[in-house]
């Protein structure tokens, strides 16, 4: 769904004045005071508040009706009806309604609808650089033009696929002698990307990782890195993650820790993998910097269940 002019639907709470619009027709008793302006009673497009009302009034409106906001994600709102569950996601004036009651779905539309000029793209397709495509084994998620985009940006359409997103035993973490970058924005960039590539690209959750390790002072040799990490992705374009239809809803975290493995710092490394019917939805490296087993475990068993609670709806 989309909403039309979302931002001119916030309401302002405070005073806010605007010079007075060119072709606007002054009433003749106010023609003769300088340097007039207007009072601005609802949000217009460019104001700095614009966003911040729009969300608040669409906060109040779901939240009247039932709907709760989750403390892991503020954009997604959940109302659970008995045994039926709509599920709301927006993002600026982008929303996505999915539910397990069609009937309880159309209702919330039709509430949408009396405050707000809404516009029915019908089911869901693409939604922020995710396509989304449903079959009888169930819905498929991938990121095929989002990656397109980036080999596009980066030239490397005649590029040589690569069959591995980063080489096992690579010296990234331990290499100065690499030349410093002289456009660290452009790395940045592209870093930022695959690590919402990592989505529905779960196998290069590694390599991106350690890639984001040198953001604030990347070499020549991390950029070599990511380059090589788009060359996998163009080997792996049109993989993603299948939702199945035919398999319980369950979700299993699974940890492993190696202490001194960290190249770097010599501390103990964890890996945390999570995933959800046998998709894995997360995997993040940590370092612990202590290795005393007692405290080392249970920093390990809280950073499972803080990790966990983000795929876990209503919380």
């Given at each position: 769904?989309?909403?039309?002019?979302?931002?001119?639907?916030?309401?302002?709470?405070?005073?806010?004045?605007?010079?007075?619009?060119?072709?606007?027709?002054?009433?003749?008793?106010?023609?003769?005071i300088p340097n007039l302006v207007c009072k601005l009673v609802k949000s217009l497009y460019g104001l700095r508040q614009a966003p911040r009302e729009w969300f608040l009034k669409f906060c109040t409106v779901l939240i009247q009706y039932g709907f709760k906001q989750t403390h892991t994600d503020h954009s997604l709102f959940v109302l659970k009806v008995n045994?039926?569950?709509?599920?709301?996601?927006v993002y600026v004036d982008d929303i996505l309604v999915t539910g397990n009651d069609l009937k309880l779905i159309n209702t919330v539309k039709a509430h949408l609808a009396?405050?707000?000029?809404?516009?029915?793209?019908?089911?869901?397709?693409?939604?922020?650089?995710?396509?989304?495509?449903?079959?009888?084994?169930?819905?498929?998620?991938?990121?095929?033009?989002?990656?397109?985009d980036i080999i596009k940006d980066l030239k490397f359409e005649n590029a040589k696929p690569s069959l591995i997103p980063m080489e096992q035993h690579h010296t990234l973490l331990s290499n100065t002698t690499s030349p410093l970058l002289d456009n660290i924005t452009s790395y940045r960039q592209l870093v930022g990307r695959l690590i919402y590539l990592t989505i529905t690209c779960p196998d290069i959750s590694y390599p991106v990782h350690i890639l984001s390790q040198f953001l604030s002072a990347p070499r020549a040799c991390h950029?070599?890195?990511?380059?090589?990490?788009v060359?996998?992705?163009?080997?792996?374009?049109?993989?993603?993650?299948?939702l199945s239809a035919h398999s319980s809803l369950s979700l299993t975290a699974?940890?492993?820790?190696?202490?001194?493995?960290?190249?770097?710092?010599?501390?103990?490394?964890?890996?945390?993998?999570?995933?959800?019917?046998?998709?894995?939805?997360?995997?993040?490296?940590?370092?612990?910097?202590?290795?005393?087993?007692?405290?080392?475990?249970?920093?390990?068993?809280?950073?499972?269940?803080?990790?966990s609670s983000f795929f876990r709806i209503g919380i």
């Open positions: 769904m989309d909403v039309t002019n979302a931002f001119l639907h916030g309401e302002l709470h405070e005073e806010v004045y605007m010079s007075i619009p060119p072709g606007t027709v002054v009433p003749p008793q106010f023609a003769h045994n039926s569950m709509v599920a709301v996601l009396k405050h707000f000029l809404i516009k029915d793209l019908g089911p869901l397709h693409y939604f922020l650089g995710i396509e989304a495509a449903r079959s009888s084994a169930g819905i498929f998620l991938n990121q095929r033009k989002y990656t397109l950029l070599d890195a990511a380059y090589k990490v060359r996998y992705l163009k080997h792996t374009i049109g993989q993603g993650i299948l699974f940890a492993d820790a190696d202490s001194g493995a960290c190249p770097q710092t010599h501390q103990s490394l964890t890996d945390i993998a999570i995933l959800f019917n046998s998709i894995q939805l997360n995997n993040k490296n940590i370092i612990i910097r202590s290795y005393s087993p007692p405290h080392h475990y249970k920093s390990l068993h809280e950073r499972i269940i803080y990790e």
